[in-house]
């Protein structure tokens, strides 16, 4: 049995161990900070590493110098806001003005414990915990006022991490007037940025790439959305906000994701337009060309600086070769439909599956103007068929 003495002295030489271990000890939060900023195996930030191990990209550590902007920590917001966290960004700045309730307990990463409090400074609590080797900058306004919209565009302006605009401005609003806002804001400062956004159905979704004067603005034409096929009233329900369907929102989201990252590190193709329709797993894509007449004045602006540069590449553009089917046909006879729409006056080309959200009303006819029968082109779908009812 060993001694008072020895025990007392094998007391010691831990107590010394343990004090020298205490140290050179890292605390925690510092050690999570010195491990996201080396680019090791054991990184638990460099959540990008696969994409260079599979030889996708290069330099994946470069997310860590960009910034994005998030307009609305909402369904679909809430998601991309965490992703892209995890995918290490180097600065997030996120604008709302709505305060969590127990109704958005199925944004996915909202708790319980945060109803009452804004969305955004909810939103940077839990962002920060998973991630914080992010900057996160929260803006509790709305910016559709006239205040509010100047202190926005100040934000994605400056806001980046050495104080110039930031790389890419991420649409993920519910509403018309926040979506002109920012398309208003963008093209004024030139900016790229994606607008997304989930059906009030719940069973389609859209994202949509915006490059100032190279593609369609968000005011160059109505609105897109997937068509559904099937009747809504079937669908709504009293007192049921639909629409926060977690999945349908995950899903839009991960194509916002994934198509910001692919633009921001440079892999892949990013999709212009991508839908996506829960039914029947359709995802319709195309190019939108800006319009011409577009109300936007700074679109205009932004289309004559275009013409001046390269295009933009667009994937779905197919060129058909002009020359004779035949190459004895020395009459030049082809055969047309009858039905396709005529080049010169069609100003939309849509891919099937997709639809415009409304119709917008052509110029005034001699018909219309002297009182006469109003233009079938004038008339919406449902007016169309309410006058076949009446017949």
């Given at each position: ?154 934000s ?66 109505p ?19 639909a629409?926060?369907l ?10 916002l994701v ?20 829960a ?5 319709p ?71 415009v ?18 233009a ?16």
């Open positions: 049995m060993a001694s008072v003495e020895e025990l007392q002295k094998k007391v010691s030489e831990l107590e010394a161990k343990l004090a020298a271990a205490q140290k050179n000890a890292v605390p925690a939060r510092e050690k999570i900070q010195v491990m996201s900023s080396e680019v090791v195996d054991s990184n638990p930030y460099s959540r990008l590493m696969a994409l260079k191990r599979m030889g996708i990209v290069d330099n994946y550590e470069k997310i860590r110098e960009l910034s994005v902007a998030v307009v609305g920590v909402g369904g679909v917001g809430s998601v991309t806001a965490e992703m892209l966290t995890r995918c290490g960004i180097g600065k997030l700045i996120l604008f709302d003005y709505d305060k969590v309730e127990l109704a958005n307990m199925n944004r996915l990463f909202f708790q319980p414990h945060q109803a009452g409090l804004s969305k955004v400074d909810a939103a940077a609590a839990t962002l920060q915990a998973i991630n914080p080797d992010v900057a996160i900058e929260a803006h509790n306004y709305n910016i559709t006022t006239v205040d509010n919209f100047q202190k926005f565009c100040d994605i302006s400056k806001g980046s991490l050495i104080g110039g605009p930031v790389d890419l401005v991420l649409s993920c609003v519910d509403n018309f007037e926040a979506r002109m806002a920012i398309n208003t804001a963008c093209n004024e400062l030139n900016q790229r940025w994606f607008e997304s956004g989930v059906s009030e159905n719940a069973v389609s979704g859209h994202i949509q790439f915006i490059v100032p004067g190279e593609t369609a603005c968000f005011a160059c034409a609105p897109l959305v997937v068509a559904s096929k099937i009747d809504e009233k079937t669908l709504k329900k009293d007192g049921v906000c629409a926060s977690p999945t349908t929102m995950g899903i839009v989201a991960g194509f994934q198509n910001t990252l692919k633009h921001l590190l440079g892999f892949g193709n990013v999709s212009y337009y991508l839908g996506y329709s039914l029947t797993d359709f995802f894509t195309m190019t939108l060309k800006p319009n011409p007449q577009c109300e936007e004045a700074y679109c205009r602006l932004r289309q004559t600086e275009a013409q001046g540069r390269p295009r933009v590449e667009l994937a779905t553009e197919v060129t058909e070769d002009a020359g004779p089917v035949h190459h004895d046909n020395q009459w030049g006879i082809s055969l047309v439909d009858e039905n396709s729409p005529d080049e010169e006056t069609s100003t939309l080309s849509l891919v099937d599956g997709v639809q959200a409304y119709s917008v009303p052509v110029e005034s006819t001699p018909e219309s103007s002297t009182g006469g029968a109003v079938a082109s004038e008339l919406s779908l449902e007016d169309l068929m309410q006058q076949m009812k009446t017949m």
